[in-house]
């Protein structure tokens, strides 16, 4: 990671779009200076489990997070989507901790 005084985390759950995501774009503009917005996306087991996932859903979902690393990198993200796998509330709590937070939204 970066050597950064400041972070935005965005944590994508459902809405895994750009355009029409008022919560993103506030991030987005407390993102000045040295803050740097840093998206990421966790993959709780309880959807694999519990979810009905086919095949082509996780397709889908694979290249629904590859464009929407893309799209990050368009408006001037510096890192790219940091996906994590396991149970919300703990790889949230847990990635927090690795970071200073400017602020996050849920």
Same mark, same amino acid.
């Given at each position: 990671?970066?050597?950064?005084?400041?972070?935005?985390?965005?944590?994508? &759950?459902?809405? =895994?779009?750009? !355009?029409?995501?008022?919560?993103?774009?506030?991030?987005?503009? @407390?993102?000045? +200076?040295?803050?740097c917005l840093v998206p990421i996306f966790i993959l709780?087991?309880?959807?694999?489990? !519990?979810?009905?996932? +086919? &095949?082509? &859903?996780?397709?889908?979902? @694979?290249?629904?997070? @590859?464009?929407?690393t893309t799209r990050l990198e368009s408006i001037g993200? &510096?890192?790219?989507?940091?996906?994590?796998? +396991?149970?919300?509330?703990?790889?949230?709590?847990?990635? =927090?901790?690795?970071?200073?937070?400017?602020?996050y939204t849920l």
């Amino acid at each position: 990671m970066q050597n950064m005084s400041e972070v935005c985390i965005y944590w994508f &759950r459902k809405g =895994l779009r750009l !355009h029409d995501n008022p919560a993103l774009m506030s991030c987005i503009a @407390q993102c000045k +200076g040295n803050t740097c917005l840093v998206p990421i996306f966790i993959l709780d087991p309880w959807f694999v489990k !519990h979810g009905n996932v +086919g &095949r082509n &859903r996780w397709k889908f979902l @694979q290249e629904t997070l @590859q464009d929407l690393t893309t799209r990050l990198e368009s408006i001037g993200s &510096r890192f790219d989507l940091n996906f994590l796998a +396991g149970i919300c509330s703990v790889s949230l709590i847990w990635y =927090l901790n690795k970071v200073v937070i400017l602020g996050y939204t849920l």
